[in-house]
């Protein structure tokens, strides 16, 4: 089985700063995809950034980006200069490849950007 | 394009009940899936449908059923409504076929039930 491991509940970060949210994964099949979603207080999911575990380079998405160490089974997103916009809950998740569209979520980070 | 559609957006119900709750996927999106989501058990996959066929299923117990339509609209119902049954319940809808695990849930914005 599947499971997806965000050790941080909550975070804080300055304004214009960078910030990483940790993600762990667990899984023994070869073939997964990593995900991260963006959920603000209005309660929808929105989709940030895809790394996909054949995937040679790290993913990148505008300021977002994903620190993939397959070896160690981490997907770290990183927020470069952040924008009070950023302040929500952000979900690390993971698909394997016959899974169809079964997604496993972790917990959450819940980030706060301060002004 | 419109986005992933989710009626109503909240609803309260009182125990022994049942509730239907709707999702209109995005225009071409074929596969729908549903997930619960609760603050002590976080997301939780409920079950999945592709062209009207229920794919793949969560470990939640019998109460929970849906359907998919031929046009890919699909709904969830929840008979006998718990107090542990409220949460927020997400729809996302994807483009992608099985074995295909890039592209992302494209979710809606929810239906929060509240069963008192």
């Known amino acids: 089985a599947q499971k997806i491991t965000q050790t941080q509940p909550g975070m804080f970060v300055q304004e214009k700063e960078a910030v990483t949210l940790d993600c762990t994964y667990d899984t023994s099949d070869p073939s997964y995809g990593l995900f991260w979603y963006k959920q603000p207080s209005s309660g929808e999911m929105i989709f940030l950034i895809y790394?996909?575990?054949?995937?040679?380079q790290n993913a990148t998405e505008g300021r977002y980006s994903l620190n993939f160490q397959k070896a160690r089974k981490s997907a770290n997103l990183v927020i470069s200069a952040s924008q009070l916009g950023d302040s929500a809950m952000y979900f690390c998740?993971?698909?394997?490849?016959?899974?169809?569209?079964?997604?496993?979520f972790g917990t959450g980070t819940k980030l706060q950007v301060i002004p | 394009k419109a986005g992933v559609t989710q009626t109503p957006r909240y609803l309260i119900k009182t125990r022994g009940q049942q509730v239907t709750l709707s999702c209109s996927p995005i225009?071409?999106?074929?596969?729908v899936s549903w997930y619960q989501q609760t603050p002590g058990q976080g997301l939780q996959f409920l079950f999945e449908?592709?062209?009207?066929?229920?794919?793949n299923k969560g470990n939640f117990p019998g109460r929970f059923s849906g359907r998919q339509f031929s046009n890919s609209r699909s709904e969830m119902n929840v008979s006998t409504l718990e107090l542990g049954d409220s949460a927020l319940y997400l729809c996302?809808?994807?483009?992608?076929?099985?074995?295909?695990?890039?592209?992302?849930?494209?979710f809606g914005e929810g239906s929060r039930l509240t069963v008192l």
């Open positions: 996302a809808s994807s483009p992608t076929d099985r074995g295909v695990i890039a592209g992302e849930l494209f």
């Open positions: 790394q996909g575990s054949y995937d040679q």
């Open positions: 449908y592709f062209s009207e066929t229920q794919r």
């Open positions: 998740a993971m698909r394997l490849s016959g899974g169809y569209q079964k997604v496993t």
């Open positions: 225009s071409g999106h074929r596969s």
